[in-house]
């Protein structure tokens, strides 16, 4: 059983800006691991919004992101005295996003919002056009909904690869998995997404005609 966190065990989501530690992440990594709580809130800040970012593409609801967030960051803590120096941190990070976005789907209650309704966050720009604002929205709100119709570990390879920009190597190191693997489950969600965000159009003289 892991032991409680120490007093002053940082809160990472929202956390209030801390001065900026000029050291290499191997360097923050080593002196979280002998408990220096300022180079683990320094992790944490580099990492928090890619962790928000893929566990709203996992299907994490809005309602619950920031405390899956919190946990996927507990987690950390527990694990990170057996962080091994030299191995992607980032991966390992992305590693156990996936898994709390995993157990979080398990044991989600009936009934919750739909996991993909549109969020609060906007990627507009200020005052954009407003066909072209629609129809960016609607594109999103597709992308959304082909990605929670893909099976979990398509989708997890699909945002990991194409969201987040890791490599082919780096999402098997991060997902457990070989990398022939990622581009087999890759290629999949790349062929159901395009089908649905870009179906073929049936033939004007072959549709419902009775001829």
Known sequence: ??????????????????????????????????????????????????????????????????????????????????????????????????NAAHDWRLHKAPGMEDLWSASAESVCAPDPDPEQAAEAESLRRQLEQGLRSLSERERSVFVLRELEGLETVEVARALGITTITVRRHLGRARDHLRRLLHPVERSPGKAGSSE
């Open 1 to 98: 059983m892991s032991a409680p966190p120490p007093d002053g065990f940082p809160l990472p989501v929202g956390l209030a800006p801390v001065e900026s530690v000029e050291r290499p992440e191997d360097a923050l990594i080593a002196a979280a691991q002998q408990g220096d709580v300022r180079a683990f809130e320094a992790l944490l800040l580099a990492h928090e919004g890619k962790v928000l970012r893929v566990l709203r593409f996992l299907g994490v609801s809005s309602a619950d992101r920031e405390d899956v967030a919190q946990e996927v960051f507990v987690r950390v803590f527990r694990h990170l005295g057996g962080f091994r120096p030299g191995r992607p941190f980032g991966a390992w990070i992305y590693r156990i996003t996936v």
